[in-house]
């Protein structure tokens, strides 16, 4: 088993290091081959030719392509200087980099968010993951019956209506109408844990719509094949009450396709709700994403993007050792 | 009940006393010169495996995962027989004997590891795959499950007649072609007129009888049929049964017919192969096989089989092995059948038996020349190529010690061989 | 002799579905006594395995299912009985094998785990004690190194080792019925043979009622006490096995018995065999649902194809629905059947 997760984990690895490759070809190879030279972002609004040269030498752009990835390296593991010759600055490990925007590290960007969007990611998961779980089991179980087919509308519906509609329409509910919650924004858990739920909560549920319909009718046919499954007759053949027999036989096999989804939806929502951070103005991921986005600011996007595909990955590598625990089949001996 | 241990962990993990050769390159049938072409073939023999193996590669290795190199898992493993032109030969064994991957590698929907496959007088072992085509005609299998076996998508006719597409035997627009649909339909009792139905219209037997025809299209000289019949009801089977049984009359069809159902092989066969984990055990003519046999494992497969007789099948001679088959992946040394044999004596343990002839002292040379014996085997003074036949006696050998090349099946010029790979031979009535 | 420890009288089992009533189980009337084994024996939609699984209350009781008549389990009505009633009766004093141990054993659970929780539901011990249980159960029915094998997973047992498992667990609370369902089907033939010679000692041991399903004539042959022939969901013919198979009444049992290969039997002629194919079960023919594929239908009268044929004794103990005459099935038996064997 260890030598197992250990496999798993140098494989991350790999595929890591063949993302932050080609993350640095994509931000930096290819806009200087389109002719986009990242100095002349960096510099600004229509910058002299002295200032680009400063910007140039400072970001290494000047060296060789290999040379700029090593330095890249050696930044996120052990700092690196930017020097223009002038001005030299020291930016520690694990350097992404300073954004181009507000002169900021981009590390430190990333790890004022992340919490944001954590809260996010965890909190609807948490929720979705409950209630999409448990009513796909009770769909499964009544099937074609009354809660079926409700369950059936409603997470249709969920899973049609945009974020920015539904959000919308709970913060104009929640905030404006009944002023339950006002002027939602982000509280950290540590500042007041009541005060962190509360103005969280109506991201979650919006946020939980949109994924809940997946988990319930992928548990709902899940369940529905493992109900049919011999070994869920024998379980009622021993007489073990119904309970037992849906909670514990028939739902710990389905839970393996669930558990596979869990993980990629995780790591993609740590990437961040883009849509969701906007509409409820939080300062997450993928907030700063789309901001450096539209601000070309090369570094911060693409520290944004080697995060996000670190929680791909991650999540990957815990959903294959959630597998081996989950099912012994696949256990390796 | 002491030494069932179902699984392989307790076995001698001795894969390398046994005369066997068992790395994972080809075994040495490989490297000599393919003689067979030059030997007298006789005249109606159609199917002649030769030392035939199958090494299916171990473990599916995934980023850094891999098995030791080596550890294949020998589903065949040396086999010889043939098969006289219009003969029936059953193939019998209980799971992991590799007769399903026998029946494959005779169709060359498997490719042979070592050892050489001869159909009508052409080795096909190597043959490339675009080669294999005009093989397929000849060639053809019909298999177990007559649900998961035809297209749901396309109606009967065109199931049908899609191996005279592929293999170009009709037009496409064709009179023809519905015509020769119409004719396979009738030849094995489907009316012809459900041209245009679906598989799922027809119930399961009327399925085997598609798949049945299907094989029958391109007028093939072979068919294998894999157990044709397991998956039809009680009532059915017997339809089939007779069936395959007209058509091999009718046509001239030459058979190799696998099956687990002993009753049924002594029914449809000519001459019957016994296989345990991948290798022949045993092989006679099927009455032979059936009261005279003399493997112990023979005996245990057939005093196991019930029959539907009380007063008979509770007073039979009751042979209980203990534990199951064990894994191909990981066989026992020398005779592989010996962790179950109540006979077996040291020299099971180390030394492989060789199936050897026990045919009575009389028949032996009695058979024309050229016809059923065809085996190099025989002192019959050197062969054509000069080469002698049998390796020299003694391990370390490539191929099982003194094993016949081959054996005649079936022949109708003469009675075929009886050969045994047992050590203590003895005839049992267990029936 | 004692009072049957299992009688089902007039058990019919009716699915509705959206293309018409399935009448699986059609007027079933049987006895099991302790200590015998009753063979039933059919083909696919004959209805066997909808009565076990009917006995052992595993239908869902709803709109789609009706189950009528009686299953009296030691004096107990089960149709009326509460569904919680049943259920402690289940896997308590009747259990069940099923065909395909490798399907009907949980692949994520140990066998141990397995075992003890079949115990557990219906005694009040410790895991300890039903751990020790459960490697006792193993080792009576012949595995060996059981407290080691306990750990195991169903995939790391063998396919005759599983079936035992199997079986250790349906007599963990040693039921007075067990139901085995195509126990063999699924096993290689010198492995069926180890696990019928278990269940018959078992079977004397433990005093046990066994129902065999099967549509092996061989096992039940091998196996059986008695033997029940259902077609279309209904009995053809019900006997001592030595009865039936030596003087065979009904026209479907002769069917069977000389399509089937026998083993001690080298024939070259062609075998006979029932024409057509078993019946929809939502349109079972009128009168007896065997008159289509009959060769004596003509002989029988016309009443075959309209009124069905009531399960009459032709010989004491041994009951037939046929509409044919006595002699007329006794001269066809000794002229046709009989000696063809």
Redesign the interface.
Known sequence: MTR?VV?RL??AVVILWLVSVLAFVLFFVVPKALGNNPAVLFAGRSPDPATIAGVTRKLGLDRSYVDQYWSFLRGVFVGRHFDSGSDRSWCPAPCLGFSFRNDQPVWSQIVDALPVTASLSLGAAVLFLTVGVSSGVLSAVRRGGLFDRIAAAVSLAGVSLPVYFTGLLLLLLVSYKWHIIDNVHYVALTANPALWAWNLLPAWIVLSLLYMANYQRLTRASMIDTLG???V?????????ERTVIGK?AL??ALTPIVTILGLDLGVLFGGAILTERTFGFRGLGAISIDAVNTQDLPVTMGVTLFAAFFVIMANVLVDIAYAV????VR?R | MTDNHPTTEDRPAATDDRPVATDDRPVATDDRPVAIDDRPVAVDELVRVDRLTKVFPAGQGTFGRRRGAGAGVRAVDGISFSIARGATLGLVGESGSGKSTTGRLLSRLLDPTAGTVTFDGRDITRLPSRQLRPLRRDIQMIFQDPYSSLNPRHTIGAIIAAPLRVQGLASDSGQAMRARVRELLELVGLNPEHYNRYPHEFSGGQRQRVGIARALATRPKLVIADEPVSALDVSIRAQIINLLDDLRAELGLTYLFIAHDLSMVRHLSDTVAVMYLGQIVEIADRTTLFEHSLHPYTHALLSAVPIPDPASTRQRDRIRLHGDVPSPRNPPSACRFHPRCWKAQDICRTEAPPLADRSPAGSLGSSPAGLADTAPTEPRGPSPTGRPDTPPPGPPDTTPAGRPGTSATGSPGGPPRHQVACHFPEERTVI | MSAPFLQVRDLSVRFTTDDGVVRAVDGLSFDVHRGRTLGIVGESGSGKSVTSLAIMGLHRRGRRVSIDGQIRLDGEDLVTASSARVRALRGQRMAMIFQDPLSALHPQFTVGDQIVEAYRVHHRVSRAAARRRAAELLELVGIPEPSRRLDDYPHQFSGGMRQRAMIAMAVSCDPALLIADEPTTALDVTVQAQILDLMRDLQREFDTAIILITHDLGVVAELGDDVLVMYAGQVMEHGSVADVFARPEHPYTWGLLQSVTRLDEQRDDRLRTIPGAPPSLITVPPGCPFHPRCAYREQAGPATGTVRPALVEAAPGHRVACHLPAEVRQRIRAEEVTPAR
């Open positions: 197992f496999g140098v494989g499954e011999d070994y007759r024998t379980a009622r053949a021993k007489g073990l009450p036989h710990r096999p989950v099912d012994p089949r390796p």
